[in-house]
């Protein structure tokens, strides 16, 4: 589904992904975990080409990755859900999900508000369609920008540390949307700190460090047998 | 000096009232056209100089800055001067529109470039996350979001735009302004300098002064706006640091 191929990323001196090779199956829960400045955000960055790979390539369903064909790839494959939540303040929840719907996948209004309700009763937030971002707590608009993300009706949705800017009582209502999504046959690649979840969801957990992943396996074999020392450390520190 | 505001001088001025109106129906004309084209030229060059391609922003860049660090009388004695002596003159009101047109079209992509530069990475982002191209994110996302932050350094530069028809004396133009002096130094008008440039000082402030108050306006209304979600930008901003 998704394949990385000796990807680089340079930003400007700083080598941030060093010759990263990974590949996620489809319909694989896949969870990036590592330190803070390991290249976790680049390298699922680079899925959809939020950032460019200095050299190397990115397969999605086999289609090969370029600056000119991202636009349609991205549009009819991928979906991301942001740390920031990245909502449109100046339209509506119900705007919000609807206009990629309505814009790129030419949908009819009455269609893509069906599919947008069809969402929003799944993240629980249905009595929000007519307000407005703002009004919502981080914990509900992270909820609405999955549900924004799931309206596209993409394979693959990528989300880069949706939990890390919630209050902690707000990431649990987040986490629970999410793993009940991970019943579905959607491919999930997760960059996340919470050790619960990777463990409840993941089909396999990928540890990276400095550019490079330095240990990867399903998650019993991760959480109780991890062999290298520096992930050892990082887990004794982050599972209290 | 007593004759300076004397019932003749007024009188004089109002005779000819119709020229002061003339002077400014053509410094009004001249300031339209000349908004059209800076908002064309604005909206264009302030969106290249966004653009992620270094040629783009290099030319939008020295457009701008050719343009801010001369003189707009020299612009426009430029334009007319070297046009009439190479025998393609297009006359003073057409030469009076590009010369503006241009000038502050070189105002207004700076202020469309702070425009679009105040909406966060985040909103571009997510609109090419879900597969917009540049026009679309430009038109459904950016653009809604940064008229707010706009319009009120627009509506300024459409106020010094209009006072800047009066440059137009330079060529002998047909502007409010250059009617005046005629008027004042006419051989039979001649003479009514106070009442004249007071006339036409208060047509001038009765185009501008609701124009300027409109913006200050929109830019009170945009300050208090954003002291209210000052908290979530904040929150926004570390959030932005914290990510690697």
Same mark, same amino acid.
């Given at each position: 589904?998704i394949?990385?191929?000796?990807?680089?990323?340079?930003?400007?001196?700083?080598?941030?992904l060093?010759?990263?090779?990974?590949?996620?199956?489809?319909?694989?829960k896949?969870?990036?975990?590592?330190?803070?400045? @390991?290249? *976790?955000?680049?390298?699922?960055?680079?899925?959809?080409?939020?950032?460019?790979?200095?050299?190397?390539?990115?397969?999605?369903?086999?289609?090969?990755?370029?600056?000119?064909?991202? =636009?349609?790839?991205?549009?009819?494959?991928?979906?991301?859900?942001?740390?920031?939540?990245?909502?449109?303040?100046?339209?509506?929840?119900?705007?919000?999900?609807?206009?990629?719907?309505m814009?790129?996948?030419?949908?009819s209004?009455?269609?893509?508000?069906?599919?947008?309700?069809?969402?929003?009763?799944?993240?629980?937030l249905?009595? *929000?369609?007519?307000?407005?971002?703002?009004?919502?707590?981080?914990?509900?608009?992270?909820?609405?920008a999955?549900?924004?993300?799931?309206?596209?009706?993409?394979?693959?949705?990528?989300?880069?540390?949706?939990?890390?800017?919630?209050?902690?009582?707000?990431?649990?209502?987040?986490?629970?949307v999410?793993?009940?999504?991970?019943?579905?046959?959607?491919?999930?690649?997760?960059v996340?700190?919470?050790?619960?979840?990777?463990?409840?969801?993941?089909?396999?957990?990928?540890?990276?460090?400095?550019?490079?992943?330095?240990? &990867?396996?399903?998650?019993?074999?991760?959480?109780?047998?991890?062999?290298?020392?520096?992930?050892?450390?990082?887990?004794?520190?982050i599972?209290? | 000096?007593e004759?300076?505001?004397?019932?003749?001088?007024?009188?004089?001025?109002?005779?000819?009232?119709?020229?002061?109106?003339l002077?400014?129906?053509?410094?009004?004309?001249?300031a339209?056209?000349?908004?059209?084209?800076?908002?064309?030229?604005?909206?264009?060059?302030?969106?290249?100089?966004?653009?992620?391609?270094k040629?783009?922003?290099?030319? @939008?860049?020295v457009?701008?800055?050719?343009?801010?660090?001369?003189?707009?009388?020299?612009?426009?004695?430029?334009?007319? !001067?070297?046009?009439?002596?190479s025998?393609?003159?297009?006359?003073?009101?057409?030469?009076?529109?590009i010369?503006?047109?241009? !000038?502050?079209?070189?105002?207004?992509?700076?202020?469309?470039?702070?425009?679009?530069?105040?909406?966060?990475?985040?909103?571009?982002?997510?609109a090419?996350?879900?597969?917009f191209? !540049?026009?679309?994110?430009?038109?459904?996302?950016?653009?809604?979001?940064?008229?707010?932050?706009?319009?009120?350094?627009?509506?300024?530069?459409?106020?010094?735009?209009?006072?800047?028809t009066?440059?137009?004396?330079?060529?002998?133009?047909?502007?409010?302004? @250059?009617?005046?002096?005629?008027?004042?130094?006419?051989?039979?008008?001649?003479?009514?300098?106070?009442?004249? !440039?007071?006339?036409?000082g208060?047509?001038?402030?009765?185009?501008?002064?609701?124009? @300027? =108050?409109?913006?200050?306006?929109?830019?009170?209304?945009? *300050? *208090?706006?954003?002291?209210?979600?000052? &908290?979530?930008?904040? =929150?926004?901003?570390?959030?932005?640091?914290?990510?690697?």
């Amino acid at each position: 589904m998704i394949r990385m191929e000796n990807v680089n990323k340079f930003f400007g001196d700083l080598h941030v992904l060093k010759n990263l090779n990974l590949e996620v199956a489809e319909g694989e829960k896949l969870v990036i975990i590592g330190p803070s400045g @390991s290249g *976790k955000s680049t390298a699922i960055r680079c899925m959809n080409f939020l950032e460019v790979p200095t050299s190397g390539s990115v397969y999605i369903n086999g289609e090969k990755l370029t600056s000119k064909n991202r =636009t349609k790839v991205v549009r009819d494959s991928i979906s991301m859900v942001f740390q920031q939540f990245n909502l449109y303040p100046h339209m509506t929840v119900l705007k919000n999900l609807t206009l990629a719907p309505m814009k790129l996948h030419k949908k009819s209004k009455k269609d893509a508000e069906e599919l947008a309700y069809h969402y929003l009763d799944i993240v629980g937030l249905r009595e *929000k369609a007519h307000v407005y971002p703002s009004t919502l707590s981080g914990g509900q608009q992270q909820r609405i920008a999955i549900a924004r993300a799931l309206c596209a009706q993409t394979k693959i949705i990528l989300f880069d540390e949706p939990t890390s800017a919630l209050d902690p009582e707000t990431i649990q209502e987040v986490l629970d949307v999410m793993i009940k999504l991970a019943k579905e046959n959607i491919t999930m690649v997760v960059v996340t700190h919470e050790m619960g979840f990777a463990r409840q969801v993941a089909d396999r957990i990928v540890f990276m460090e400095d550019g490079q992943i330095i240990e &990867e396996g399903e998650p019993e074999h991760f959480f109780t047998s991890a062999e290298n020392d520096r992930v050892k450390q990082f887990l004794s520190k982050i599972i209290r | 000096m007593e004759g300076l505001f004397s019932l003749e001088a007024w009188e004089k001025v109002w005779t000819f009232r119709s020229t002061f109106l003339l002077g400014l129906l053509n410094s009004g004309r001249m300031a339209l056209f000349a908004l059209l084209l800076s908002l064309v030229l604005g909206i264009i060059f302030g969106l290249m100089a966004t653009s992620s391609k270094k040629i783009l922003r290099g030319i @939008s860049r020295v457009y701008v800055e050719l343009i801010q660090n001369t003189p707009l009388v020299l612009q426009l004695c430029f334009l007319y !001067y070297a046009l009439a002596f190479s025998g393609n003159s297009m006359g003073i009101i057409a030469t009076g529109t590009i010369s503006l047109g241009v !000038y502050h079209g070189a105002y207004m992509s700076e202020v469309v470039r702070a425009g679009i530069g105040s909406i966060p990475k985040g909103q571009f982002e997510a609109a090419d996350s879900q597969g917009f191209n !540049y026009i679309g994110k430009m038109y459904y996302v950016i653009l809604p979001q940064s008229i707010k932050i706009i319009l009120p350094p627009m509506a300024n530069q459409v106020v010094n735009l209009i006072k800047n028809t009066s440059c137009l004396y330079i060529i002998g133009g047909a502007d409010l302004i @250059s009617v005046t002096y005629s008027f004042v130094t006419g051989a039979t008008t001649g003479g009514a300098y106070a009442p004249a !440039y007071l006339v036409s000082g208060l047509l001038f402030f009765i185009v501008c002064f609701p124009l @300027s =108050t409109l913006a200050s306006t929109w830019e009170n209304s945009l *300050k *208090k706006r954003e002291s209210r979600t000052v &908290e979530t930008q904040n =929150t926004l901003a570390e959030g932005m640091v914290a990510k690697q």
